[in-house]
């Protein structure tokens, strides 16, 4: 089965400071996400990277920013945490497979960490 | 720009009766559209996709979804309801174009025994 961890389930943390969400999948996906879920808004696209190194904005990168050195670890970085990034982030990741075949896959999500910043 | 939309916050449905959780999509070209479904605490898990093929798709749990082109929906179904069925039930779509998949806000699903 794959498997993707976060580094924490809860965390709480001060404005201003700076926060690191760890995320590793075991499975060898290129692709990797962040998200954040928030009631009534759904699952909101943060950042992905489809490959070590290489990283690209979702909808909503502004506050954010992203790492990826090894391929099975995606970080997400709150430079200078603020209380509305109070939320759960969601981390995923997804096999190889271009849309348009039919080998186009689904993500694989990990437990989340709900951040709560004071 | 692509879309999906779940008119329905909550659901509630009685143990053994059939559910059904709405879903319709706005994508550019032909769609590729999902289920997840979330349990308290925890991270989504996958139901059924649609690609290409049968409209009828069958999934994890009994969950089975008709992907409707004329009507641009997706939606969720179950023949018989299980309380353990009460969950947030998220859609998403994506399309060949689109490098990256879109939710929908999420409906939660109450079964009532």
Redesign the interface.
């Known amino acids: 089965d794959v498997k993707v961890t976060q580094s924490s389930r809860y965390l709480v943390k001060r404005t201003g400071e700076k926060v690191f969400l760890e995320c590793v999948q075991d499975m060898d996906h290129e692709n990797m996400f962040w998200y954040r879920q928030d009631p009534g808004l759904g699952l909101r696209l943060i950042y992905f990277s489809y490959d070590v190194k290489m990283k690209e904005k979702g909808d909503i990168p502004e506050g954010y920013s992203v790492s990826r050195e090894k391929k099975e670890r995606f970080s997400l970085i709150l430079e200078s945490a603020s209380t509305n990034q109070t939320s759960m982030y969601l981390c995923a990741s997804r096999p190889p497979g271009l849309a348009g075949s039919s080998s186009y896959n689904e993500q694989f999500f990990g437990p989340g960490t709900r951040l709560t910043v004071l | 720009a692509q879309s999906v939309a ?1 008119p329905e ?1 909550q659901v509630n449905v009685a143990e053994g009766n059939p559910l059904t959780v709405k879903c319709t999509y706005s994508v550019s070209g032909n769609p ?1 559209l ?1 289920w ?1 479904v979330q349990y308290p ?6 139901l059924l ?1 649609y ?2 093929g049968d409209n009828l798709v069958k999934g994890s749990y009994g969950f089975e979804a008709e992907f409707n082109k004329s009507q641009t929906s997706f939606h969720l179904k179950k023949p018989s309801a299980l309380v353990s069925d009460s969950a947030l039930y ?1 859609c ?1 779509g ?8 879109t ?4 409906t939660q699903l109450t079964v009532l025994p």
């Open positions: 779940q916050d590729y999902f997840y605490n925890r991270g989504l898990q996958f996709k690609i290409t998220f998403a994506t399309s060949f174009s689109a490098r990256q998949l939710f929908g806000s999420g």
